[in-house]
């Protein structure tokens, strides 16, 4: 029990507590944990942290001109006292026993790479480090157990800022304190709005473009908008707010561009409740709000936050599939279990007061707990995550990043295709770039098989060159959206090197996964915007690229993509050693055919226009099975490209049936199964 000397002066700085605020929080929260437990009907969960981020920032501005209006004045040390009570325990405990799955978890290399989320977690600055590393969305957003703290990072850094900002502006510039706010707002939106048309990812994670929500919950709190009086008017209001973040979560999807003028509507419905909710009596929906069961998930909304994502990830870790229906209650069900203890005994403890009652003690324990988490992580990324708890017959595979040691293969940039590019020709085995009359055309998939092709380059007269552009459709006239290569400009140069050069039998290779599912395209000024939009422009520019290919000469091969295995090879490997278990990590032809079979009705659909299909599953499966190992040795590097392994269990097969179509016996003919 808190001294009550100690109670009345926290009473005496917070302002009057609002259970509607509460029962937002757990809107909020609930949109966020049933998004990532994979509901496919909460598409927009995310936008939970937008509702999260208005909400902080009327209860800090309120909090603030209390203290400065009340007589008492503001005191910064109180406020981060306040700030640290409220956010460190739960958070450093999180961290800790995230840091300990991790270490049985772990293959060597993620955990060198978690140790550095660690790091900037501890010091709030991971959402400057995801924002270089990891798209949200994407799925290797589902491998990083603290990605989460993104969104406490963006409220750390507003907090170090915001609080003596409106201090000053109080003091000097009283009057002017609605437009100062509402300003930065405007610029803070106009960053997100145009910044997302550059670098969705720095709109999405950083501070200055996220700062406009935080302005529209201190506009309030500074009286921007004058109470509503009229009951009618403020159930329309409340009514209407309520919708928005509703039709926002359910509508919203991870190809909806945002944050920008999207998020608008949950902020904006977000705001609209608050105000609602600021006179007494507020509305129907505030006192929905208010009913017990949404106040006390508001409650424990923060220790929620921090525990479901570990929770998911680690476990999606240890599955070789994605979880069941009911695994996936379970896993929501062991986060609510976890944030009511973390609740009752971590979080209230501390901001009561029973724990570390000075203030002395809260800022030294806070600097210990970050010293002593920052050192954890540090030492993990010197020892190279720790190597040692790998079976030696495996260390040598767990600690490889064969990523980075296939990208080398786009180093043939003597002769960049765009200036200023990274790309140009690569020969295959001894060729001559100069003679090659043959071109290999593709993605990342492309330079992976680039191995098994040498002894056709050594067979085929004047050899083959690679054109491997990451990400890439070998797609004429198609650019990726927002995307790190210039896909259209490099496979525009590479239209022209055909003709100059003579090129007389391309061959493509693609991945198709990421240009049909993970990306917008623009082919001939039309933009996708959703999956089907995605197909539509690949189904429109496939036979244009064909025409293209065929009306300069050449003749068209097409090589069908590899099987998918469930996950990283190597990696899931490592972690049955560690983990004393066993992954089926192979595939079958039938499901095979299910994930492709946009992309085999596409192929069939224009045959007739190409030269030779290469049907990989009939060189690479036998009898309906897709292996993805050879006991310990992986067929792929990752998740999609074929290893050495792999590439010498094809390299017969594309031997066999490219042979013929490269000496020109096969022109307009060959194998046409996929």
Known sequence: MPDPALAAELKQHMPAYRPDIDGLRALAVLAVVFYHAGFDQISGGFVGVDVFFVISGYLITTIILKDLEGGHGFSIARFYERRARRIFPALFLVILAATLAALVIFTPIELEHYARTVIAATFFISNIFFWRETNYFASEADTEPLLHTWSLAVEEQFYIVFPIFLVLVHRYLPRQKIALLAIIGVI???????????????????????????????????????APTNRPLRELVAFVGFGAILWSVLAFEAATTFPGIAALIPTLGTTALIWAGTVPGGSIVTRFLSLRPLVFVGLISYSFYLWHWPIFVFYYFTLDRFPSLAERWWMIAAAAALAIMSWQFVEQPFRRRSLLKTRAAVFSASGVGMAALGAVGLILVVQDGWPQRVPENLRAMATTDYTSLFEQGYDCIDAPLIEGGHFGLCPVGDTDVDDARVLIWGDSH???????????????????????????????????????????????????????????????????????????????????????????????????????????????????????????????????????????????????????????????????????????????????????????EPFYFDASHLSEAGLKRIEPGLTRILLPFLDGYASGSGSQGS
């Open 188 to 226: 803070s939106l106009l960053m997100g709005v145009i910044g997302i048309r550059y670098s969705e990812a720095a709109a999405f994670y950083l501070a200055p473009p996220r700062a406009w929500e935080l302005m529209l919950g201190a506009l309030l709190a500074v009286g921007a908008v004058p």
């Open 446 to 632: 492309a330079l992976a098989m680039e191995p098994a092709f040498e002894k056709l380059a050594t067979a085929t007269e004047g050899g083959i060159v690679l054109a491997s552009f990451p990400g890439c459709p070998h797609l004429f006239d198609v650019a990726r959206i927002d995307y790190f290569t210039p896909c259209r400009q490099l496979n525009d140069a590479l239209r022209r090197l055909i003709a100059e050069r003579g090129i007389r039998k391309v061959i493509l290779i693609n991945g198709w996964t990421g240009i049909l599912s993970d990306r917008d395209t623009e082919f001939q000024g039309v933009r996708s915007h959703d999956r089907a939009s995605r197909i539509a422009n690949v189904q429109a520019a496939l036979p244009h690229t064909l025409e293209i290919l065929h009306g300069l000469g050449v003749d068209v091969a097409l090589v069908t993509p590899v099987p998918t295995p469930s996950r990283p090879v190597p990696k899931a490997i490592t972690r049955e050693a560690l983990l004393g278990t066993t992954f089926e990590l192979g595939s079958t032809v039938d499901e095979y055919q299910e994930d492709y079979a946009v992309l085999i009705q596409m192929i069939e659909a224009n045959k007739g226009a190409i030269d030779l299909i290469v049907p990989v599953t009939e060189i690479f499966c036998e009898n309906g099975y897709c292996p993805a190992r050879d006991g310990m």
